[in-house]
């Protein structure tokens, strides 16, 4: 981990819960002090790198699992926020799909439907929803990103979601017929004030649509290096339900998505007696898989910290046989996801020659907190194939396994960290 005399970046300590506002907090994972996940840096700018504490904490009172430091929503996302959905392709196919369904289900009989989405990023699903015939609202505060969006085909809004801006849009554009978010829950302190502000611009007999990081998933693959500052809150049903309810609205449907971000459920939500549905199947084998794995009992989550702890031993164990060996190790993927694995882990130059990245954007930075330089795979191909590369992209392990066979044919070999660490090829 980053030592303690690191500088600390400004944040809010909450002591409270985001969803229930209790002070019922327990801590689950302490993963010391981190820098940004996202923070790539030149050489020049290492003295001046921010820390922030890491810190996973559970609700007793109404379960939900939430990072409790708080780093300012403009440093994370007003004006460096540098993930473009466009740019892959498996999440454009997503969203093309997402639209689809929200337009078939919901939408299609209306006369003039309407949707608007939360965090739009570059676009990426307002596109499809135009091209069906929608009319497309989206918001998101990321300036650097929505400055990019080339298009008069829907209407997008430079800001953050909250009661008073959907006062504003609805007095503009009147009520819409669904509200969408993808990954972006995850992102917001205030979920208060923005489910006010969904009741505010939800027709009666709207929907609430939401894809996010499940957490399922985090806890049975071991997905720590999920945890960051950008990523409050990690949301199982049972809490939702509770949250859902103080707003007189209901979850009716669940969908799993294993192959979008490394697994991830779209949650289908309506004002309590103002549709018709039934409440899915699919809804009762979630609350019984939620009860079966105790995700209201802090005892739980203790045993995931442990076997966290468990898997980042196992990690360097490997790391430190393999370096008095004499093998070069280099790392693959400089994603924020890898940001957590090596400042938790202490993975740094000691181990790693450097990290490899295909997104151009990247190269000619160095890996926060832990500053290891970050290549193009071509350097890799010109140099000599390194013995082994720690898969921080572990989560896409078949696409890169499938598109290195060059390295892996010269002998090379990965090690994939989570959920279990191990060698590929053995």
Known sequence: MPSTDKPIGKFTRRHTCRFCQGANLSKILELG????????????????????????????????????????????FKNNYFFFSSAIGTLVDHFKEY?????????????????????????????????LGVRAIGVDPATNVVKLIDSKDFIVINDFFTEKLAFQVKEKYGAVDAIVSSYSFAHIDDMVDVMKGIKCLLKDDGVFVFEIYYLGTLIDEMQYDMIYHEHMSYYSFITLMRFLKKFDMEIFDVKHIPGVRSGSVRFYARNIGQRTEDISFAVADMIQYEQKKGFDKVEVYAGYAEQVNDTRDQLLSLLDRLKKEGKTIIGYGASGRGTIIMNYCGIDGHYLDYVVDDAPAKQGFFTPGTHVPIKSWDFVKESKFPDYAVLFAWAFTNEVIKKRQDYIKSGGKFIIPLPQVRIFPE
């Open 99 to 131: 639209a689809r369904e929200i337009y078939e289900r919901f939408l299609k009989k209306k006369s003039q439907p309407s949707i608007l989405e939360i965090g739009c990023n570059d676009g990426v699903l307002l596109k499809p929803f135009s091209a």
């Open 33 to 76: 002090n981190v820098p940004l996940a996202g923070g790539f840096v030149k050489e020049k700018d290492f003295a001046h790198e921010k820390y922030y504490p890491l810190t996973l904490n559970f609700c007793r009172d109404c379960y939900l699992v939430q990072v409790s430091n708080v780093v300012s929503a403009d440093v994370l």
